[in-house]
């Protein structure tokens, strides 16, 4: 029969016995926490966006681009149709479109697809706002009935044209600042490579 002594040693050395099992066992149990995913972790509303130039502007934009395309729609007869129809369609396109952008970049996703030129992509939508609005507005201007609601869509016509004018303006003045910022480090990174090289060549001139 077993006594005290010898029950203490056998458990002491199964105990003794498991820690090094466990130790020398590739599958280790992890302390680390689990975090679950969040999707809308990087999603802020941007209020230094809001305050600025491009942010304003391009609210301005929304609202007068909607105002104008309320004053078309209200127009029930029209005979040729033409101009009403032409300036409805760019009237919301340019509401939809500006509306997004102004929505993306307000709560920073354009951050979530870096890859894409945000920059370039907002001087497109201007520069064709601004060239749209301008021909559909001066189409209206010539075929038009002398209604109010025709009225009150071309004065709104040619302001919001004014304004995706001046966003125009200041968005080819920022790409081309990103442009030369982005040529001037490529050039800086050329030279520093030659710079290397030519050490490099200099230190062991068997390479020349």
């Known amino acids: 029969m077993r006594t005290t002594e010898d029950a203490e040693g056998f ?16 599958y280790q149990p992890t302390t680390e926490p689990v975090h679950a995913r969040n999707v809308l972790g990087g999603i802020r509303c941007d209020m230094e ?8 502007l391009k609210m301005v934009e929304v609202v007068l681009s909607l105002i104008g395309f309320i004053c078309i729609e209200t127009i029930m007869l029209c005979s040729p149709c033409g ?30 697809v870096p890859h894409v030129n945000w920059s370039l992509t907002d001087l497109v939508n201007t520069a064709a706002s601004t060239f749209f609005f301008f021909l559909s507005s001066l189409v ?12 009150a869509a071309l004065i ?8 995706y004018g001046v966003n125009t303006f200041l968005a080819v003045r920022r790409w081309r ?9 490529q050039t800086s990174e050329y030279m520093r490579a030659r710079t290397a090289s030519r050490g490099e060549m200099e230190a062991r001139p068997e390479l020349a």
């Open 177 to 185: 600042r990103g442009n030369g910022c982005q040529g001037t480090a």
């Open 11 to 26: 458990d002491g050395e199964a105990s003794n016995t498991s820690m090094i099992s466990g130790a020398s066992s590739p």
């Open 156 to 163: 709104f016509g040619f302001l919001v044209t004014g304004v």
């Open 83 to 112: 101009g009403v129809y032409f300036f409805e369609f760019v009237s919301c396109s340019a509401f939809v479109v500006t509306g997004v952008l102004l929505l993306i970049f307000t709560l920073n996703l354009h951050t979530k």
């Open 140 to 151: 209206l201007a010539c075929i038009n009935h002398n209604t109010g609601a025709e009225i």
């Open 49 to 56: 966006y809001v305050k600025s130039y491009f942010g304003i």
